[in-house]
């Protein structure tokens, strides 16, 4: 790294120790890419797993071999968390039970994830005044308040009514028999604590919530690098589907709609965030790309054109199946009606704007795909006949 980085302030960034707790996932492997390839800062990489981040830890022989250090470890119980806190200048908690499959079928796992476990994190980075950023979720807004008013209520068309705002939003979930909001009240309750632990112990913190972050390497290919009944998230499903050229299932209609970024773009905001700490502290970042939006169904439509691109496949003649959540997900599954980011805060703080379209980015991910599963789907598809 011959020349020294510059932060928004036009002041020259000293390389800092971070201490990533979940380093070994999707949004930890490229964060941690980034950091390896564009900035001198070292990485202490915390997860149970580093599958997705071998090719970045060996051979030793690699240009930033001396900056990233694995550390094998389960944060529920383990004495050297606080040790390795103490020798790093940031904590970035990533660490979490992220995927909607298990909110229902594993409420206690989830809220223990999101919540208790990530105590100890907050309590250590404040006692020892290091500063935190720490991953919440999109989810802590739950519904809009849009999906609770007539469907010929002028009020729908009002903004204020589904766009989702940081200092604004309320957070809206449903009852307690909807066990799908577990997640998104854990998540609500330690961004709540990390506040009260600014305000009342000083302690230097940004919370940020991802709108639908996706790329390569999200979750897991079910029978091929994850359990074969293994649900993940909407990416890794219908990606799967189109792989195995099943159709693609759609809960309930296909009708909730999401806001999807690409991963690279969102990355670079995480990076503004670390080299800007007078910015970013105290803030609560939305990290989205509202001009992505789509319903699950048009995405289905969308990723089913670009494979036949990428694969050279032509798509199925009934590309889609309707599914009821109850049969997919199980019981107490709900479900967020709309995701659209206000970007104001992040915008005048960081001057971060999301850059690539969902075409385009579901054109990079889905060549992954193809490249990285095809010939494994091939293979485990024609072991059952031939044995
Ligand atoms: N990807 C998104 O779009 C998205 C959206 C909203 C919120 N988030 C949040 O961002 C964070 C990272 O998400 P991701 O998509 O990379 O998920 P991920 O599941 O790929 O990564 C989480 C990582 O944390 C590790 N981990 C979990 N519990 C641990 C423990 N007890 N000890 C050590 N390691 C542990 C897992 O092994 C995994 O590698 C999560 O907190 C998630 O809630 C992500
Ligand atoms: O095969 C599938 C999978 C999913 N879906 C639907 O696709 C939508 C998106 O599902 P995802 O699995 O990506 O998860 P969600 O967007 O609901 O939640 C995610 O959002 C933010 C993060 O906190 C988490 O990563 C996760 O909770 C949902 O409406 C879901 O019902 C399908 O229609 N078919």
């Known amino acids: 790294m011959a020349t020294t980085r510059i932060d928004l302030d036009g002041r020259p960034i ?5 201490c990533m707790i979940g380093a070994g996932g999707f949004i930890g492997s490229h964060l941690c890419e980034k950091l390896m390839s564009e900035t001198p800062h070292k990485v202490l990489a915390l997860d149970v797993y580093n ?49 909607p499959a298990d909110y229902n079928t594993r409420p206690l796992d989830t809220i223990y994830s999101n919540f208790i476990d990530a105590l100890p994190v907050v309590k ?20 809009t308040i849009q999906s609770f008013l007539p469907k010929d209520s002028p009020l729908r068309q009002d903004p204020a009514c589904y766009v989702l705002k940081e200092d604004i ?16 009240c854990a998540k609500q309750l330690i961004e709540r604590l990390i506040y009260a ?63 999807f970024v690409y991963i690279k773009d969102a990355i670079e905001a995480v990076l503004l965030m670390i080299e800007n700490p007078d910015r970013a502290n105290g803030h609560i970042f939305n990290v989205g790309n509202p001009n992505n939006e789509v319903t699950v169904r048009q995405l289905a439509e969308m990723m089913t054109k670009v494979y036949t691109k990428v694969s050279g496949e ?74």
């Open 169 to 184: 939003s309320p957070c809206i979930f449903g009852s307690i028999e909807k066990q799908r909001w577990s997640y998104a």
């Open 314 to 387: 032509a798509a199925l003649e009934s590309p889609t199946i309707d599914v009821s959540s109850k049969e997919f997900y199980g019981e107490g599954y709900d479900d967020s009606d709309k995701r659209i980011p206000d970007m104001s805060i992040i915008n005048k703080q960081l001057g971060w704007n999301p850059k690539t379209s969902l075409w385009d980015l579901l054109e990079s991910t889905l060549t992954y795909q193809h490249r990285t599963y095809a010939e494994a789907i091939k293979k485990a598809m024609v072991k059952p006949t031939a044995s």
């Open 14 to 18: 000293k390389p800092i120790t971070i």
């Open 51 to 99: 599958d997705k981040i071998k090719h970045l830890l060996e051979p030793d022989s690699l240009p930033w071999a001396a900056r990233i250090h694995f550390h094998r470890l389960n944060i529920k119980h383990d004495s050297r968390l606080e040790g390795l806190i103490k020798m790093a200048d940031l904590t970035i908690n990533l660490a979490a039970i992220c995927t």
């Open 197 to 259: 632990e600014g305000a009342e112990n000083g302690l230097e913190f940004t919370i940020v919530r991802p709108f639908n972050w996706i790329g390569p390497r999200m979750d897991f290919i079910p029978g091929i690098d994850g359990p074969s009944e293994g649900v993940p998230r909407v990416l890794a499903c219908f990606s799967n589907n189109l792989l195995r050229r099943e159709p693609l299932k759609l809960v309930d209609g296909g009708q909730s709609q999401r806001t």
């Open 124 to 143: 250590y980075c404040s006692e020892n005044n290091k500063r935190l950023i720490h991953f919440s979720t999109c989810e802590v807004y739950g519904k």
